[in-house]
């Protein structure tokens, strides 16, 4: 079907209000003619009667009452797919930006998707390595999970997603392919073009599709992106069984695209202004994550977000972090001491770790050393706690040696820079070395049969020895 | 009566213009897709439907056609195993028509009507049959005998009964003729409104434990068969950890787990998890006794609300039976938020934080319908709710905690700090609560022993006494202290790694039964009671401290299995020699 309405009754924002429809649907596109020619799109967001509210995707500017046409399209929004789609480059609605002309579509899907069967989803097991200590020990980063990275303005977020790009071997089984979808929201042209080059630099351009909505971008596109990515990322997941790593940046961004559209639809708002949906609306997205048991594919996400002043409760962050399985989290005090990847351990979390990780994955002993790893770490802090009341000197002995061995856990598995690589192995022993600084008896998440196996406390203090040796 | 059209659509909620002749809660069907919706506000002016389904593509002018009954959940073999929708639609037959995406306007039976069910008839003709009476039973799971019952509102004697045999859920075994003379089919299924409560006969007073293996819970913050709890946390801290806990290992006969708005992997896991894990107590799968319902976070809001009501409707139903039922609800904030985010589209009035202002009485409804109960037909069975509840920005003076605290009698609460720590069950100790320490008392002191709860409140108080202590410590270090407390440090320290932090994935550890609750409690206060006449003595506690004896009662969980608790008799020989070892 497809109506023509000369006129627009209304323009508030980003939104048209359109009178006299019959026969249009809720949430199909339309299509705006302007008197020069160019044409816009949007989308019904409300229908009460025969009046539509309708949202423009590229703003309302030049757009008055008498001088648009509007076409109801009779379909939901939906982006073109096909293979070709890789190396491309597009902006925030799927179209392509990067001059190379247009794609060949293979078949057109509803950018909203549909819920997953959770009958149907396959439990994700097997890990990622990505090189990266802290991650690939203590925060294990499953295929088909969601794990984001919390940071915060001015961190070094970007350069650990391109580092995990860079390491990570994503499709372990021969003959898989994989690939990557990054969409980006509300981000500087710096950054989209900092990722562009890593990209580059490590081989895999033509194995990414990018979807880019800048900073300058209009915000209804932007919260459009994601869908658009995520529906590329399943199309290419589930039926070219391709393994997707999708990374989404930055989702702060897209909240508050969203709370702008809510306010100028004059939506009751919830907590710090957001919409109530705000929970609904970023769980459609992060759950569309997963591996199914119909196809060999695999879709694994890092969104990013910044959280505003560092604050882990704000709603962004918090929502997220009820959905998603796990966070990355980084820390502002560790990135000022020049360390990098500036992981912040123990907020840090991966759910889906404890069944992919051990015998059959990584290495039988992996769950006791990060276990232990993570306790004595935040017995560390304890000991920094009292020390900045009391002055280091007056810890007692065993305070002592925990700051020692927080030092060291930073100094050396923290610490790896961005061009380190290491792998299970290596990570793993490393670890086991710096518990050895500890006195055995510390060691109580760890049985004895493994302890006498692993503890090695002369590595441990030769471990202590070159770090000291270099201050 | 002119057809009811639809005029408006914003998100889930859809409205017809003018009076029409639905009722309030009628269920509908809407659209040419018939999409499920509920009736949930009616005017001179209009109608307001939410609808459980996206409503993407749905136009003004399409038809809504009644159904006459409200949102209704179908009771009847084969409930126990399934994995349901937040209104009773079976996952596993949507996979079959629509892959592994759910599409809309699914018209599935929420039970299988081509399964036969080895019936069993309990009534003869001319027997006189009231609401809740037992007609026949079925084996539903090789744990769980169906027994259907009488609806509630209906009575009459029986006038044809068919012979035991097989027979599938919709075929009518017994004839009934109510005191009008209006004959009534009875097949093995019925439908009960999920916003109501089913009829009991009276409530009895609630002091049966509900035991789960997990030492936090049973010793420290027991809750009762047919109570209430809650389970607050930010996120990491493990609420559906220690959910899924005790789902695995308390001991009701079922468990309805309702993961409401939730992660889809997650219950993927619980699946999978379930149809592997064999219950020790009965030899069989965890999945004979277990119904899901998953309304993860991206299916419709709409169907999130009542996820929790098709829940609970289950679990009274089996309740009726005779069987005592725990409902897991996991979280009871995206419920919550669910009627948030309703009531925002309805533009009413906004309470704290955008909640509407009903949320309290939604909340203490839903709790109240646990209970310890005889049936109409004087079964004894228990409902008990355990509700998880994620409070915004892990702050629990948010409305959902607050209000949700005022109506459970049991309130574990979990710690950001502990969870950060990797001690689990993340339960703080000292802001966790229970109301039933008093009440189950008795059943402790006849059934496991006497001493257990005078045991329980000196761990208890030395817990506290460290947290008191452990301000101190913050501030000048613990090298100050005089030696007997430190000696309640270090035994606080026992406690907390010895016996509060329970590991869920070693063999032994997962499932503790009370009786080696107790016998670790007394070596732990055997431990404390010695040292604390050494030191009196004037021993040193650093003497003490170096035979390393703490640190062996700290692993009396790995080392002593569940099967050998004579084992804990030779700590105390052990103690009394390290000890001896220091003079």
């Known amino acids: 079907m497809s109506l023509k309405i000369v006129g627009l009754s209304e323009i508030n924002g980003p939104l048209v209000a359109l009178d006299g429809i019959h026969g249009a649907g809720y949430e199909e596109m339309v299509e705006l003619e302007l008197q020069d020619g160019t044409t816009r799109t949007g989308r019904i967001v409300q229908m009460d009667g025969d009046r539509c509210i309708i949202q423009v995707f590229e703003g309302t500017r030049g757009l008055s009452l008498q001088n648009t046409t509007t076409t109801i399209l009779g379909h939901p929004v939906e982006m073109s797919l096909s293979k070709e789609l890789l190396g491309r480059v597009l902006n925030g609605s799927g179209r392509p930006i990067d001059g190379l002309g247009e794609i060949y579509w293979e078949k057109k899907e509803d950018i909203n998707g549909k819920p997953l069967n959770p009958v149907s989803r396959t439990y994700p097991r097997n890990y990622i390595n990505t090189g990266i200590s802290a991650i690939d020990c203590l925060m294990t980063l499953i295929r088909g999970q969601k794990l984001p990275i919390f940071s915060g303005s001015g961190m070094q977020h970007n350069k650990l997603a391109a580092q995990i790009v860079k390491q990570a071997n994503i499709a372990a089984e021969e003959g898989q392919e994989f690939g990557i979808v990054f969409a980006a929201m509300g981000v500087t042209n710096d950054v989209a073009d900092y990722f562009r080059r890593s990209f580059e630099e490590t081989g895999v351009m033509d194995r990414v599709v990018m979807f880019l909505n800048l900073s300058n971008d209009p915000i209804i596109e932007r919260i459009l992106t994601p869908k658009c990515a995520l529906t590329t990322a399943e199309y290419l997941a589930f039926e070219k069984d391709m393994h997707i790593l999708v990374i989404m940046t930055d989702i702060t961004s897209y909240c508050e695209a969203l709370r702008e559209f809510s306010s100028s639809k004059g939506e009751i708002p919830g907590r710090k202004g957001y919409p109530g949906y705000l929970y609904s609306d970023l769980a459609s997205l992060y759950e569309r994550a997963g591996v199914i048991d119909t196809a060999k594919g695999s879709v694994t996400q890092i969104p990013i977000l910044t959280m505003p002043n560092d604050d882990i409760t704000h709603p962004v962050p918090d929502l997220t972090g009820y959905i998603t399985e796990g966070q990355i989290v980084l820390d502002r005090s560790l990135d000022q001491n020049g360390i990098y990847p500036p992981i912040s351990v123990l907020p840090s979390l991966s759910r889906l770790m404890k069944d992919g990780i051990g015998e059959g994955y990584t290495r039988a002993d992996h769950s006791a050393v990060s276990n232990q790893l993570f306790a004595s770490y935040a017995k560390v802090q304890d000991a920094k706690a009292l020390a900045s009341v009391i002055g280091e000197e007056e810890l007692s002995a065993s305070d002592k040696l925990y700051m020692d061995f927080g030092k060291a856990f930073e100094h050396y598995f923290l610490d790896q820079g961005f061009d380190t690589d290491r792998t299970i192995d290596e990570t793993l022993d490393l670890g086991w070395d710096l518990l050895s600084i500890l006195p055995q008896s510390e060691l109580d998440r760890v049985d004895n049969k493994l302890l006498e196996e692993k503890y090695h406390p002369e590595r441990g203090a030769a471990l202590l020895k070159e770090m000291r040796g270099e201050a | ?583």
Request: with cysteine.
């Open chain 2, 1 to 583: 009566m002119s057809s009811n059209l639809i005029n408006s659509i914003n998100g889930p909620v859809v409205t017809i213009k003018g009076p029409t002749d639905l009722t309030m809660q009628e269920m509908v069907y809407v659209g040419s897709k018939k999409l499920i919706g509920e009736v949930i506000s009616i005017s001179a002016e209009r109608t307001t439907i939410q609808v459980y389904e996206t409503t993407t593509g749905l136009r003004v002018g399409e038809e809504i056609i009644g159904t006459g009954a409200p949102l209704s959940a179908t009771l009847g073999p084969g409930i126990i195993s399934n994995i349901f929708d937040g209104i009773e639609r079976p996952l596993e037959d949507i996979e079959k028509t629509d892959g592994a995406f759910i599409g809309t306007g699914s018209s599935i039976p929420s039970l299988d009507p081509e399964r036969k069910w080895d019936v069993t008839i309990k009534v003869s003709v001319g027997d006189e049959l009231r609401g809740g009476d037992i007609y026949a039973t079925c084996p539903e799971t090789p744990l769980i005998e169906h027994r259907c019952m009488v609806p509630p509102n209906l009575s009459g004697r029986v006038s044809a009964v068919m012979t035991n045999g097989q027979y599938t859920v919709n075929d009518c075994v017994v004839k009934l003729v109510d005191k009008d003379g209006v004959e009534h089919e009875l097949t093995l299924c019925q439908k009960w409104p999920i916003r109501v409560e089913r009829p009991i006969l009276k409530r009895m007073p609630i002091e049966r434990p509900l035991i789960t293996g997990q030492r936090v819970i049973d010793t420290m913050f027991p809750i009762a068969k047919g109570g209430t709890a809650a389970i607050p946390g930010g996120f990491g801290t493990g609420k559906t950890m220690t959910q899924h806990q005790l789902a695995k290992w308390c001991d009701a006969d079922i468990i309805v787990y309702v993961g409401c708005g939730e992660r889809g992997n997650e219950m993927t896991q619980v699946l999978k998890e379930f149809s592997e894990l064999i219950d020790p107590k009965s030899g069989q799968k965890l999945t004979a006794r277990t119904v899901l319902i998953a309304n993860t976070s991206n299916m419709p809001v709409a169907a999130r609300e009542a996820s929790i009501y098709t829940g609970i409707t289950l679990a009274e139903y089996y309740r009726d039976m005779g069987y005592h039922v725990a409902i897991m609800a996991d979280s009871t904030s995206r419920w919550a938020e669910a009627l948030r985010e309703i009531s925002g589209r309805l533009e009413e009035m906004p309470a704290e934080e955008g909640f509407p202002a009903y949320l309290p009485s939604r909340i203490s409804q839903f709790y109240e319908r646990a209970g310890y109960t005889v049936s109409l037909n004087g079964a004894e069975g228990s409902v008990t709710i355990i509700g998880a509840v994620s409070p915004q920005g892990s702050d629990f003076s948010e409305p959902v905690t607050q209000n949700t605290k005022r109506f459970v009698r049991c309130f574990w609460a979990l710690d950001k700090s502990l969870a950060y720590a990797r001690h689990y069950p993340a339960i703080n100790w000292n802001t966790s609560y229970s109301e039933y320490v008093d009440t189950l008392n008795r059943w402790y002191s006849a059934n496991v022993g006497r001493e257990f709860m005078a045991d329980r409140q000196r761990i208890a108080t030395l817990l506290h006494e460290e947290n008191d202590l452990m301000e101190i410590v913050k501030l000048i270090g613990s090298d100050v202290l005089p030696d007997d407390q430190k000696l309640v440090i270090e035994t606080a320290k026992v406690i907390r790694v010895g016996f509060l932090q329970q590991n869920a994935y070693h063999a032994e550890d997962t499932y503790v039964p009370l009786e080696k609750q107790l016998g670790m409690m007394k070596v732990i206060l055997y431990l404390y009671d010695q040292c604390a006449a050494m030191i009196k003595k004037g021993h040193a506690i650093s003497a003490i401290l170096e035979t390393g004896i703490f640190g062996e009662v700290v692993k009396i969980k790995y080392d002593v299995p569940n099967s050998k608790l004579e084992m804990l008799d030779d700590y105390y020989t052990k103690i009394d020699q390290a000890l001896a070892a220091v003079i």
